[in-house]
Every structure is written in structure tokens, then in C-alpha cells.
């Protein structure tokens, strides 16, 4: 754990520079749009230990597969989000002596990112090995209202010197990504161009073609009538330009650097050039100051919907705050090739790709933060690459239809290359139809479902009619060779998980089939078209009927999978402090066949068929499980948490709560220099929604039963729900829901239901 | 399948040039003297495809490890057999052009690998573009007699022209892996010298600092009066000599080559450039007519000893001659540092180090054809690796001088990065424990039990003791997380295998510390500094009495492992040709969830521990398990042979025999061209004498039950047992054995008890 940034209820501040945390501080101080985004990396030269990032969504690099030993079904490549162009540099020289928060000697450094308005501010007073003192007050933005703007304003002052100053601003395109597998230059076809005002830089990415461009203007004033000289900047990789000018003491001068990104994504590439000098003179005319306010109000809507204020801990409101705008930054749900990577735009690791957390964790979130269409296009990602699944169960020998979609993934092909993973760990299968379920139950639109929802959620029953294998032995439907959500455990046999969530698959397969309320002609061509018939209908039937579950009848318990209780059940509060974490102390097949659970598995079920279990049954499995998981994933307490607080564990709920709420600003597993844990932070927004607020979705209504931390004096949220926007306000003594506006809706508050329209205030 | 070499009872023939066959060839044509070996490649420069290998036993190099994703607990390096020094090259120059079987018009060609003499001899007849017609006789060896010299002689023969000619012959250390893992030169400190006689180079491997040098010396006459002139080669990694001379038509000459090779594990490597002066000179004097008869005069004894005759099967014959023949060639036991890599000196592939096929399958060969130390130095050598085993189970928790040996291994560490493989691979460690009880029982060198075996078999027993568990659910010891010898199933519960021979190794360890014949004090010494205490004695005997065995009771069944009747159970003989081998056209996880069998498992310990079980079972369990094994691994074939033989299935027993009797001179499975299976080729070997002849080992007695498959004559096999030599002899009428010499022993012949003294003679 390392806690250095102060608290605050808006802002992210370091005080004092912190270079043995500088990784962490980058990630911590990233900024995104959901378009592209970029770490918290220095403008001036900085030579100190840096990971420097710049990431586009959806742009990605193939990057050829690294073994040990090869087995038969890997992918020969790992699609990974590539370090774009760097923007960022301004690098200022004095003299001789270029300013270096390295090498110089550092007077004061703060930096703030206001989350408020989508700034990141950083004043640093430097002294120079020549006596100079070199003072630069920066600020920069990406623009959430025009995802293809950024902005960088630095204000500089210099005492004690008199002579040569210039400022190199730069576009950087020699960025390598450091976790290459075989240290390769992922772009090619770099073309530059300046002009009299601006730079320009086009880069290819190999093998994909994808195209990025930059550009950028620089403008600069003095108090002073100063005369600045400027000089272009043409390397291979490189472009941009050098201002120098006279400085006399105490001079002030103000820089600003306007930046274009754009991606083949978005805008044709052969009009890059073009539309970068269009956006760019805009910007300039427009002006940073202008270009601020728009970011601020664009990000006060994003706070309207989406913000969780809590009094009385400054600590909590903080984290919280710090997530829900991470998750803003990183998606925005205006493009439904987009989705959300494990660490957004804030590092290189896990390649930026897909996983099951979007639709196990992110999901929620941005339906109740967001207007439908942004959920819509996170289920819509998933239809789009039905092909793909469907392609890759065949690799595995699946035929007829039956999807199996990517443990990992950019563009809806396979990326990961670890037996136990990608070919077992297919639960992930079950959460992408739960994805569609939860989209179609929370917004209502039921339409989705013949139009695209259906044909996914039966590939993937076929997947799982398929996978399901026939057990003399057990008279019963068995799943053999599996890895469940806790990947501590792998290749087992009937993980009660996954098993449970393909017999939920099939059955919400069959009731969507046969719901009354679909349009029949429309649903008779779809299924002529799926080739579905009676006799697949039966075989699911049966399926749904004859699952197999491991159970204990003695305990009373679904077992997590066969023979788990051959295993030595000994609770992680009997374990010493030094076999933790156990993946870094103790070997994999020691982990492997010990009781220790990475994250809710049987618990995960629960938790997402939560009507399907009594209280009781609930309770006794949480007390059964939890005792033994290790949480050594961040997706693992969020779930554990809301269970709690729906058993009516207050206290229980808050402390998993706290396990990942400040997970990120205080480098709580010392792995945040590699980037934020994004997709576990919508599980910390869960916690507090879903755990302590109760929210629930029922047909057609939204569900509350909120209690409050005794730590806090009170909480309010904000969710959206069939086109209405509510706020929720929790303290000690009541609970309150406000209809703010939008549409008439249905509300339970504590198992009562209502009729709310706008201004409607119920309390209870 | 390439079947291109003809049949011959001695030989092996290659008759016309293959070179879409070459690598292949190279593995079958390999040389070796158990100190060092070296693939068929050619002498003559080849432009074509080629693997060129040189290898010293024990001599390896720590390759850093790849991996996709890290596991703790996986070693950080593979130890692997480098490519050595190539002392072969002699490349011949006519005019401006270098021959080359590549791009030059062969003629003809064969080549003929003389397994009774040790001897490679070569014929090409080449025309060159210039017109030249070149005739070259080659003929080499690697010396058995002085496992530290070899020699090359070529007579060439040009015709059709006149003009220069040169011999360019040298020491060529520019050599590298073609399965580095990160194209690294495995090698430092290149010294070449060059003196008027001899050429000599000294290496040494990076990081391991081992010594390997090599020294040639060239001997050249004419018949008829020709000047030569020599010069000296002298680059960075090579050094050698040129012999230019004026051709005149059809004049033929003689070239020798005398090679002395050295490394520092035998050698001091300072005086390794004096030795090999002294060594080559000396080899000059011998001559190599001369040397040429010491190999054949030492591989007349090793035939006398080892040799299996057939009658009636010419084919058989050769295949199995060409076993014997590598087996040989690979390990000679003079050496307790070295052992047997699944590739023998044939190629790189499996790095050259050392499986439990050498406990499993080629201790059985050197105790029935070699003196006793040859086989003593292979239990020996894990003796030697036994504090490195000690560690290896450190690193994965285990404690109390509780031992892993490794997967793979070089030196005692382990090589191995493959999880399911490295650490759950277990069974490994009981064959250890078993080719201690396999030496002493057949060699009765029962002192060697408190002198080493003990300690061995003691620590793999802790190690079971620990890595068994009580599962208050069955009641019983149970051991989870394994990969049984079936390494088509990853990560098990209780592999029948593992846990059998797991509670073997304690019995026997139990039974050898109270076996009345040990001499007590030393007894008291030993366990004493093992710390083996009542309590300890105990506990084993306690696991010993409640291992928990997967069982079907109905079907009176031991199962592969626990849930193993979940699975579809369809006999291979269902499964379409397109499906086979499975490892190259099923995904992994489908193969984990088959019913299919790499290679024998239950009936591995069914073939270790027969006397354990009445016939009826295992007819029961063979019935069962067979017609599922797909014997995907070339170790399978020869237990089902020697069970199936046990059974009195003469026809299934031969079916087997058949499946690997020609592995590699047959090129049944595609990939000779890696090398020879060598280890594999110690099963065949017991195909025919244990499966076959029936030979057993009993308490101080050999036991032979033979009969001969219907498609042979006759065979015969030598085998040694407790310093007598016997002869047995097998046709259709009867079964003959004959005592060559050496010391009395008792016989049992079909059931019958012999006493045998040299001549004696037992007919049945």
C-alpha cells in the first residue's frame, strides 16, 4: 500500500514530487474520452522510471503468441492496444540545460486532477543547475465534449536567468509497447508533415492497418513584447517545432499546445491531414480557456447522472468519486466496437482487451449511469462478434452453430493462450448471455431480443447443449474439464458455477423463445433462420431437467465442484501473513489443490441468480465459502459485499467494500503502476448501489433496500432507470428517493412499491 | 510413414539420394560413443536442408526459459544439450567449384550404417558443372574403444578432369541450437590453434563454463606423386586446414582425418590442447585401418552381450539390431554424471536431458545387457541429484528432506515449465524409487540399499507422505492435483497410478529399513542421520493401510482416476481416421475430457507390480483401458506388448511389438527428422525379451515363459543376470537356454527351476 495523495472530495492531489512513485502517480493521473486516453506522463523531458502510454480504443496490434509449450487450439496471436503517438511533449530548455524533473532539483510540485471538470492541473518550481529557477504551471485536458480535442496550457516563468529559452513541442511517434513479446515496432508507414502552423503525423499499425494521426499548433505569448523564432521539428518518427527566444529575468510567458488525434476508426484516413488542420485552427480559435469550460460542463452532465456523494468520509467519497470517473473516461458507449479493457487507457497490461468483467461488472454500472444506448452498444459488441465465437467453437470442435466467445479479446477473435483458460474458463460464455439479460430487463426493451439477443444467447446454449456431456455414471448431464470463475481451481469437473449459469443460459434461451410477447412472424423467421427446431427444443428441455449439481447433502451445500471436499478445509484467518498473497508465495499446484478460492464462484452464482435462492441457502453457503477465498482478485469482494449487506451483514458489507475502494489511489495489491484496476472499479460502484443502497431489478421496476455504514453520516446516489433519473439519499434514520426527471416509473423502497413521476419524493 | 532404407540383417542401407528425407537420414545415420555423438550429416559442405548436430553428453547449457504466462514455482532456465563443435567438415573444392549433394548432379549415392562394426561408410558419385565427374568414398567413426577419438577416411576419385583441387578440412565451432529459445550462442571464450601437424579449438559454454575441445589432424596421399600444399584456416570460430594440389585425370587420393574430442568433465581444460596433440598423434600411428578393427572389436562384445537374433524377419531384424545399436551408441555407463535424453545423440529436441523413461523403460535394458556398474551409475545418478531433488520439493512447500526429482533434468534441477507437467507430473518420483528396487533385485547388490538407496527411496516417501492428504470425506489418504502417466488428463484427484505406486515406494521403504539381512549398526547410522524416527514409521505405515483407490464397483473396476465413468467411453476403434493423432487435430480441453489414453496408465503399474495381481484382473483392467489408449506417445505400445504377451495374446502382443519395432527406421510417426526415440527403443527392446520371452525377475532367479510369434522362425536374445551370461533361444518347437559363462545361477524356464553353470543347457 502506498498513500501519498492527499484526500479530498473533488480532486486527486499529490503533493510533493514523488518519483518512486512516478509509474503509480501515471496511472493514478491518466486522462481518456472513451476515445483515446493517455497516462499521467510528464510534458517535460523526464529521464527518471516512466511507462509511457498513449492508448487509442480499438486500435490494436497482433502480437505474435509466446508459449512454453504450443498445444493444439491456441491462437498464433495476442491482439494488444498499441502505444500510440505520443502528444504530450513539451520539453523546455535553458541555456544549455534541458528541464528535467529528474536531474533538476525539484523546489515544490503538486499536481491535481479536478474530477469535477476533467483537468489535470501541475505547478512545479524547479532549480536548474545554472541558478536558474524555472516555475511551470500546466494544464491539460482530453475533451469529453469533442472526443478528437486535447489541450495542453503551460504558463511559465523564469527567475534568475537571462538568455536563450526555447520550448520543444513535439509529436512522438517512436513509442514501443514494453510488454512487446518480441520487442517489435508495432506501426509503419510513419508520414509527417509541418506546416506553417502545424505538425502533422500519420502512423500504421502493422498487420492491422489500422491508421492514427495526430496533430498539433502551438501558440505563445509573453507580458513582454518578446520575439519568439521557431524552427521545425522533421525526424523520422518525430515532428513538431522549437520556439526559442531572448528571456529576461522574470519574464512570463504563456504556451499552449492544441492537439487532433484521429483514428481509420472514425474518419477516413486519407482526410486526416486535413481534418486535423480544421479541428486544430478551430480549437485555436475557440481557445483553451473556452475548450475548458466545455470539458467542465460536459463532465458536470456525466456527474448529474452518475455521481455518489457520501458525508462524513472524505476517504470513501474520494475513491468512489475517482472510479466512477475512470469508468467515464474510459467509456462512453458511443461506439459499439469499443468496450472496456481491464486498465481502460491507463496502462499496456492485459493488452487492453475484452473480458467476462464487462458483462459480470461494467454492465450495471453504465446502465444505471448512463442513457440506454451506451449499455446497448456494450451487448451489441458482443452480437457483432457472434461470427467470431462461433468460428472459435469450431476450432475447439463445436459445430452447428454453437458459439464459444473469447476469454480475451479486440475484435471478437481468441487472444489468450493458456489451456487451462482459454479453452476451460468458459463460464464466460454464460455471463455474455446473463449481459443480455440484464440489458433487456433493466431498459426494458424487450425488442432487442428478436433482433439480435436471441440469436446470441442460443449459441451459446448450443455451446453448452454440446459442452454438457451424458454421464452413465450419474444418470445426469455432466461438464467435464472446466475452470471456473475462481481460477484457482483448474480443470475441474462440474464447477457447480458454470455448470448452473449453462442451465440458466438454456433455460432463458427456451422462455425467451417462448415468450407470449414476441412478434411471432418475427421470431418464426429467425428460428427458420437459426435452423432451430423441436427436436433441438427437446434435447435443451431435457437438458435444463437433467443437469448435475456436486452436492453435500450432509452440509446441505452445492459443492464448488466434484471432490471439493476431499480437500483440507482450513479458513484463510488460520493462514500466516506470509503465505499471502498465496500466487506469489506459493507454488500453482500447491494453490491448485488447496481449498483457497481467488474470487466468488459458488458466491458469483448467487449473486447473479440471487431470486433463485432463499436467504438461508444463502447464508450458509457464504459462510461455507467466504471463510476460504482469498479475494485475490479485484472483481472478488465487490460480489461478497453485496451478499453481506442482502444477508444484513452491515459491518461484513463495508469491509469488502473497503477492500477495493481506494484499491487504486492507495496501491493497495502494488501493482497500480501498471494502471487502474478500470473494470473492478464498476464493482465498487456495485458494492455501495447494489450492497449498501439494495438495489435490485425486478420485472419492470426498480428495487431499493438501502442501509448505511454506521462509519457514515449519510450517501446519495444517482441512477437512471427507464428514462427517469433518480436520486437516492441514505442516512441514518431514512431513506429517500427523488424523481428528478425523466419518465413515469415503478419504484420499491424497502418492499414497497410506488408510482413515481418527476419531483415525486418517497421516503422511508 | 517413409520407408526408403532397405532391409538388411546388419545394416542400414540408403540406397540413391533422399534429400527431401535428409533430416531424417541424419537422424538415423547419427554416431555416437555414449561420450559423444553427432547426427549423419555430411562432410562435404550441403547447402541443403539439414540439422547439424554434435552433442557431449553432460555437457548442457541453462536456455532462459519461455513461458506465456508465468506460474511461480517454474524454473527460470532449461538445461539443454548443445551443439557442439562440428568436426566434420571436409569440403572438397574442384576448380572454382565447391561440391555440394545440393546443387551438385549426384550420380549415385548410398550410404550403409554397419551396426556390427560401429562403422558409417559413404559412396557418391557427383558431376560438377565444370564436367568433373567426382567419386567419393567415405567412411567414419566414432570410436567405442577410445571414447575420446574418431576418424574420417575419404577416398576421392575425380575424373574427367584436371586442375586445382582443395581440401578445405576443419573444426567448425560457429555452431548454434535451432531450439534456442531466444537465438542466443550458447558459447565463450572460442580459442583455435593452429600448429604444423594439428588444429585444435577450445570452447566454453556460457554460464556453465563448461570445457569442450576438439582437435583434428589430416593425413594425404596420392598414388601417384603429387605436391600438396597446406595452409591454415584460422577464423574467429573455425580453424582447419587447405590442401591444394594440381589434379591430373583420374588420379585418386586418400584423406584422414583424425579427430580427438574432449570436454572438461572428464578432462582437465588446461591440458585439453596437449592431450588432443598426443591423442591425434597418436591416432595417426594406429592408423585408421587399424582403429577401424578396435570398433569392430569392441562392438562384437557389446553384440555378444546384447544382441537379439530373429529368424525369419528381416525386417524385424534390422529394427531391431538399430535399438540395440543406439542404445549402445547413447550410454555406455562409464559415467554416473551422464544419462539417457529421450533423443540420445541424434538431435536437440527434449534438450537432451533426462525423463523417468530411463527408470521406466531403459534400466530393464542395461541390467539385462551390460555388466552391473552400467546400470549402477543410472540409479547413481539420481543418488547424485538427490539434495537438488530435496530442493526442487523446497521450492513447492514440501519439507523434512521430503524430495521431488525433476520432470527434466541436466544437472538435478528441474527443466521443466509446464505446470500440469512440472509439478503434478508426479509419478515420476516412484519411478525413481522403483529403478532403485529394479537394480537391486536383479543385479542382488543388496548393499547398496544402506549405502544410497535408502536415501533416495526415503525422501520420495516423505515427499508422498506430505503430498498425500486425509480426506475426512472418503476417509482415507487421498492425493489431488496429479497428471498420471496419461498426460492426456491434466490435474486429477487420486490417479490410480500415482497413488500406487506412491504407497509402493513407502511399503518398500518400510520393508528395506526392516529387512532382517541389513546390517544393523550401519542401519541405526543411517536412519539416525535421517532423522527417521518411530513416530515417522508410523505415520507411513498408517498411509500405507488407508490409501484411498478410485474404484467402480460394479464393473469391478480401478479407475484411471476419480470421476474417470463420467466420461463418453468409445473405443478408438469408433473414432474416424481424421481424428487421429489426436494431439494434432484435437484442441487440448477436448482431448482432457476423452475417455482417450496417451499412453498406458493403470496399466503401467499393472506391468510394475504384476505379481500384485492375479491374472484375471488384469485381463479385466486390459480389456477395459486398452481399446481407449491411442498410444500417442511411443512408450506406450511395449507394456500393452508385454502384458498382452503375459495374457497369452501372442497376436495383440505382436500387434504392439510392430508399433514401435521400426519407429525410426520406418519414420512411423514424422518426426525422425528431430532424431531417434531413443528411450523408446529400450520398450522395444523389452517387447521382445519381456513380452516375447516372458523374463521376469523373481528372488535371486531369472524367469523366462516364452513363446514366438507366428511370423518369425526363431529368435534368440543374450542376456547377463547376476554375472552369468545366457543364451535363450526360442522357435516354435521349443525354448532352449543355454549358460554362455560366468558365475551358477538359478533359471525358471516355463515354470520349471533350474540351477545353470557355464555350458549347462535347458531345453523345454
Known amino acids: ?142 475533451s469529453m465534449a469533442d472526443d478528437q480535442i486535447a489541450a495542453i496550457q503551460l504558463q511559465l516563468k523564469i527567475e534568475n536567468y537571462s538568455g536563450q529559452v526555447s520550448i520543444r513541442s513535439f509529436l512522438d511517434g517512436d ?48 507580458e513582454k513584447d518578446v520575439t519568439f523564432s521557431r524552427s521545425q521539428i522533421n525526424n523520422e518518427r518525430q515532428c513538431g517545432e522549437i520556439i526559442e527566444w531572448k528571456h529576461e529575468k522574470e519574464e512570463s510567458i504563456l504556451f499552449t499546445k492544441y492537439v487532433c488525434a484521429l483514428s481509420s476508426l472514425v474518419e477516413d484516413a486519407h482526410s486526416h491531414f486535413d481534418l486535423i488542420d480544421e479541428k486544430i485552427l478551430t480549437s485555436k480559435h475557440i481557445g483553451f480557456n473556452k475548450l475548458k469550460e466545455d470539458q467542465a460542463k460536459k463532465w458536470e452532465n456525466k456527474w448529474e447522472w452518475s455521481d455518489i456523494f457520501i458525508e462524513g468520509d472524505v476517504a470513501a467519497q474520494q475513491g468512489i468519486r475517482f472510479n466512477i470517473f475512470q469508468l467515464n473516461q474510459t467509456y462512453t458507449g458511443e461506439d459499439a466496437r469499443l468496450n472496456i479493457g481491464p486498465k481502460g487507457f491507463t496502462g499496456e497490461k492485459y493488452g487492453g482487451s475484452t473480458y467476462w468483467d464487462t458483462e459480470a461488472y461494467c454492465i450495471p454500472f453504465y446502465l444505471s449511469t448512463s442513457d440506454s444506448h451506451v449499455a446497448k452498444n456494450l451487448v451489441l459488441y458482443r452480437y457483432n462478434h457472434l461470427d467470431k465465437a462461433i468460428e472459435n467453437a469450431e476450432k475447439l470442435g463445436f459445430k452447428d452453430g454453437a458459439a464459444l466467445y473469447p476469454m480475451v479479446t479486440m475484435n471478437g477473435e481468441e487472444c489468450h493462450n493458456e489451456w487451462e483458460i482459454t479453452f476451460e474458463e468458459i463460464h464466460r460464455n454464460g455471463a455474455i448471455a446473463h449481459g443480455v439479460y440484464d440489458y433487456i430487463r433493466y431498459t426494458g426493451d424487450r425488442e432487442y431480443m428478436l433482433e439480435h439477443g436471441l440469436e446470441v444467447i442460443l449459441a451459446i446454449s448450443r455451446f453448452w447443449a454440446q459442452r454438457f456431456q451424458w454421464s452413465e455414471d450419474k444418470n445426469a448431464y455432466v461438464m467435464l474439464g472446466v475452470t471456473g470463475p475462481n481460477e484457482y481451481e483448474n ?4 464447477n457447480w458455477y458454470t455448470n448452473y449459469i449453462a442451465r440458466w443460459t438454456i433455460k432463458y434461451t427456451l422462455e425467451s423463445i417462448d415468450d407470449p410477447a414476441n412478434n411471432k412472424s418475427k421470431l418464426i ?86 431470486n433463485e435462492f432463499d436467504k438461508e441457502t444463502i447464508r450458509r453457503h457464504f459462510d461455507f465459502y467466504e471463510p476460504i477465498t482469498v479475494h485475490e482478485s479485484s472483481l472478488s469482494p465487490c460480489v461478497h459485499s453485496i451478499l453481506a449487506a442482502s444477508l444484513g451483514r452491515a459491518d461484513k458489507a463495508y469491509e469488502f467494500y473497503l477492500q477495493t475502494a481506494r484499491l487504486d489511489l492507495d496501491d493497495y495489491n502494488h501493482d497500480t503502476e501498471d494502471g487502474c484496476h478500470t473494470t473492478s472499479m464498476a464493482g465498487t460502484w456495485m458494492s455501495i448501489v447494489q450492497g449498501f443502497g439494495g438495489m435490485r431489478i425486478g420485472e419492470d421496476k426498480i428495487i431499493f433496500n438501502p442501509f448505511i455504514p454506521k462509519e457514515w453520516d449519510s450517501y446519495r446516489f444517482h441512477v437512471v432507470f427507464r428514462g427517469a433519473r433518480l436520486l437516492v439519499e ?31 419524493i418517497i421516503i422511508k
Chains 1, 2 share one sequence.
Not at 186 to 204: A, G, L, Q, R, Y
Not at 491 to 494: C, K, L, Q, S
Not at 732 to 752: A, C, P, R
Open 491 to 494: 480443470n475441474v469437473n462440474n
Open 525 to 610: 423467421d429467425l428460428l427458420s433462420k437459426l435452423q432451430f427446431t423441436e427436436v433441438e427444443k427437446q434435447k435443451l428441455q431435457h437438458i435444463t431437467e437433467n443437469v448435475y449439481f456436486p452436492m453435500d447433502d450432509k452440509r446441505n451445500l452445492f459443492l464448488q465442484q466434484d471432490g471439493f471436499l476431499d480437500k483440507e478445509i482450513i479458513p484463510v484467518s488460520s493462514l500466516d501473513d506470509i503465505h499471502k498473497p498465496l500466487v506469489e508465495n506459493w507454488s500453482w499446484d500447491r494453490i491448485l489443490r488447496s481449498c483457497y478460492i481467488k474470487q466468488a464462484d459458488v458466491l458469483q452464482g448467487m449473486y447473479f441468480f440471487e
Open 175 to 222: 513509442v514501443h509497447n514494453q510488454d512487446a513479446n518480441y520487442d517489435e515496432f508495432f506501426w509503419e508507414d510513419v508520414i509527417t508533415k509541418n506546416s506553417n502552423e502545424s505538425s502533422k503525423i500519420s502512423m500504421t499499425t502493422r498487420k492491422t492497418g489500422f491508421v492514427v494521426s495526430h496533430g498539433q499548433l502551438n501558440t505563445i505569448e509573453a
Open 1 to 142: 500500500m502506498h498513500k501519498y495523495l492527499d484526500h479530498h472530495l473533488w480532486k486527486i492531489i499529490e503533493k510533493g514530487f514523488h518519483p518512486e512513485h512516478n509509474r503509480i502517480s501515471e496511472s493514478v493521473f491518466s486522462l481518456g474520452n472513451g476515445r483515446f486516453g493517455q497516462r499521467g506522463n510528464f510534458e517535460e523531458k523526464y529521464s527518471g522510471d516512466s511507462l509511457s502510454g498513449n492508448y487509442f480504443g480499438g486500435v490494436y496490434y497482433p502480437d505474435k503468441t509466446r508459449v512454453g509449450w504450443w498445444k493444439n487450439g491456441y491462437p498464433e496471436y495476442f491482439a494488444k492496444v498499441l502505444n500510440a503517438c505520443n502528444w504530450l511533449p513539451i520539453h523546455i530548455k535553458v541555456g544549455e540545460e534541458v528541464v528535467d524533473l529528474h536531474t533538476s532539483k525539484v523546489i515544490s510540485f503538486e499536481r491535481e486532477l479536478n474530477m469535477k471538470t476533467g483537468v489535470l492541473d501541475r505547478t512545479v518550481v524547479l532549480e536548474l543547475k545554472n541558478g536558474a529557477q524555472v516555475s511551470a504551471n500546466w494544464s491539460r485536458f482530453i
Open 730 to 760: 441514505v442516512n441514518e434514520k431514512e431513506s429517500k428517493i427523488t424523481h428528478l426527471e425523466g419518465d413515469q416509473i415503478s419504484v420499491v423502497l424497502n418492499k414497497k412499491e410506488h408510482s413515481l413521476s418527476q419531483s415525486d
